[in-house]
T-cell receptor
Framework: DTAVSQTPKYLVTQMGNDKSIKCEQNLGHDTMYWYKQDSKKFLKIMFSYNNKELIINETVPNRFSPKSPDKAHLNLHINSLELGDSAVYFC????????????????FGPGTRLTVT | SQKIEQNSEALNIQEGKTATLTCNYTNYSPAYLQWYRQDPGRGPVFLLLIRENEKEKRKERLKVTFDTTLKQSLFHITASQPADSATYLCALYNNNDMRFGAGTRLTVKP
């Protein structure tokens, strides 16, 4: 069983388009995340979200927006795509109860490679 | 500004030796430090977590140390195997803020 899944795995699109990447987790976790990994392999957090709170990394342009229809899903919507948005995007999930041993360990999806031309 | 530095971009060692990877940080007070493994084309996989009040953690052939005075974590793989070849990322967590280092690409040669 796949713990964290993302679709699509590859996404090629043109500048100016709007696109979405979907993420689903079947681990029963209550917090989900989106990360961007650029060509230099730096992994940067974009959002963390649970049913109570959305935390946005202040460096993320407002063209990026997370949408969560339920606890198991956190989709990433991107408006007006730019060349610099090309990267691999990872979804992840974790528990947030600090009393649970191993909490905050994150489970990552396989990634979505976005190429903007 | 906050920085996380992993000692080298690449590390090559011989099978059977101990690999030691370093993670240094500045201007940050992590509650937890984590190590992840990332293989090409895949997402990171959690390996170990160590809390700020812990000095050392072990799991099978893996050992992590955490020195909050030096602001440094060391990650050791003993009796290394070619299958340990991957990129290893350290990650610092505090208050919903998770920051990753750039990673060290480890190659274990038979």
């Amino acid at each position: 069983d796949t713990a964290v899944s993302q679709t699509p795995k590859y996404l090629v699109t043109q500048m100016g388009n709007d696109k979405s990447i979907k993420c689903e987790q079947n681990l029963g976790h209550d917090t989900m995340y989106w990360y961007k990994q650029d060509s230099k392999k730096f992994l940067k957090i974009m959002f963390s979200y649970n049913n109570k709170e959305l935390i946005i990394n202040e460096t993320v342009p407002n063209r990026f927006s997370p949408k969560s229809p339920d606890k198991a899903h956190l989709n990433l919507h991107i408006n007006s795509l730019e060349l610099g948005d090309s990267a691999v995007y990872f979804c992840a999930s974790s528990r947030t109860n600090p009393a649970v041993t191993g909490s905050y360990e994150q489970y990552f999806g396989p990634g979505t490679r976005l190429t903007v031309t | 500004s906050q920085k996380i530095e992993q000692n080298s971009e690449a590390l090559n060692i011989q099978e059977g030796k101990t690999a030691t990877l370093t993670c240094n940080y500045t201007n940050y007070s992590p509650a937890y430090l984590q190590w992840y493994r990332q293989d090409p084309g895949r997402g990171p996989v959690f390996l170990l977590l160590i809390r700020e009040n812990e000095k050392e953690k072990r799991k099978e052939r893996l050992k992590v140390t955490f020195d909050t005075t030096l602001k440094q974590s060391l990650f050791h793989i003993t009796a290394s195997q070619p299958a340990d070849s991957a990129t290893y990322l350290c990650a610092l967590y505090n208050n919903n803020d998770m920051r990753f280092g750039a990673g060290t690409r480890l190659t274990v040669k038979p």
